[in-house]
């Protein structure tokens, strides 16, 4: 049984930092583009980064234009686990954010934020930035 662990959410303020990790088991997903999503009760899910496998054992991050630069996802592909670094956080940041995984190699970087492509899920961690 593949599963998706997130940790490291919680309470905030605005202007801090926060750093959520996500561990994969049940299956490897060296080469398979592994990232993050989040969604605010209400919301439509958002896609937030991935980062995607393009050879030579390089995993390039993708990002959401309006979070570029603030977060940093990064990836330890021996440890079957991603992270995402949170910077500059404002109230605006406050969601669950999700840990995604998608079988497919193949996704292209236009692909990416379709959070339709993506087969595997956490359970999602809280994240919630005080004013």
């Known amino acids: 049984q593949v599963q998706l662990v997130e940790s490291g959410g919680g309470l905030v303020q605005a202007g801090g930092s926060l750093r959520l990790s996500c561990t994969a088991s049940?299956?490897?997903?060296?080469?398979?583009?592994m990232g993050w999503v989040r969604q605010v009760p209400g919301q439509e899910r958002e896609f937030v980064g991935v980062t995607r496998w393009v050879g030579g054992g390089a995993y390039p991050a993708y990002y959401a234009s309006s979070l570029k630069g603030r977060f940093t996802v990064s990836r330890d592909s021996d440890r079957n686990t991603v992270f995402l670094q949170m910077n500059s956080m404002s109230t605006e940041d406050t969601a669950v954010y999700y840990c995604?995984?998608?079988?497919?190699?193949?996704?292209?970087?236009?692909?990416?934020?379709?959070?339709?492509?993506?087969?595997?899920w956490g359970l999602g961690t809280r994240v919630t930035v005080s004013s």
């Open positions: 995604a995984a998608s079988s497919s190699r193949g996704l292209t970087a236009g692909a990416l934020p379709d959070t339709g492509n993506y087969d595997y």
């Open positions: 049940g299956r490897t997903f060296t080469g398979y583009p």
